[in-house]
């Protein structure tokens, strides 16, 4: 089965950064389109950050606009690991931010994740004005 776990979260103060890590098993990250997805209790789960697999045709890569210039989306091969480096943080990045492999439709302006994709438990980031 395939298993996906995140850490890296905590609290941070404004302007402050994080880096979340994603670590899978018995998937090859590499492979697969994979992506960062937060949400808030009451709100709208959203697409954070979400990337292709290694050599798609397609090769896009989405940022949510309030996020563009600050987070960046990483994968290491090697490591079978999936990053969000986070700079500059504001409270409204406060969220539970999950980590998705697979199940998902990318395109340059839009990451929609579905229920048949891999899904972690979720990392809380939490940033204090």
């Known amino acids: 089965q395939v298993k996906v ?5 905590g609290l941070v ?7 979340l890590s994603c670590t899978a ?3 090859t990250l ?12 009451g709100k709208e789960r959203e697409a954070v950050s979400c990337i292709d697999w290694v050599g798609s045709k397609f090769s896009n890569t989405y940022y949510l606009t309030s996020v563009k210039g600050r987070f960046t ?26 980590c998705v492999v697979d199940g998902l439709g990318i395109g340059a302006d839009y990451c929609t994740g ?3 994709g891999n899904w972690g ?4 980031v939490t940033v204090s004005s």
Do not use: C
């Not at 590499?30 to 209790?41: I, L, N, T, Y």
């Not at 990483?74 to 690991?81: I, M």
């Open 73 to 98: 989306i990483s994968r290491d091969g090697a490591k079978n690991t999936l990053y969000l480096q986070m700079n500059s943080l504001e409270p409204e990045d406060t969220a539970m931010y999950y």
């Open 25 to 27: 098993s018995g998937v």
């Open 121 to 124: 438990q979720g990392t809380q």
């Open 13 to 19: 103060q404004a302007g402050g950064s994080l880096r």
């Open 5 to 9: 776990v995140e850490s890296g979260g």
């Open 114 to 116: 579905y229920s048949f």
């Open 30 to 41: 590499d492979d697969q389109a994979v992506g960062w997805f937060r949400q808030v209790p």
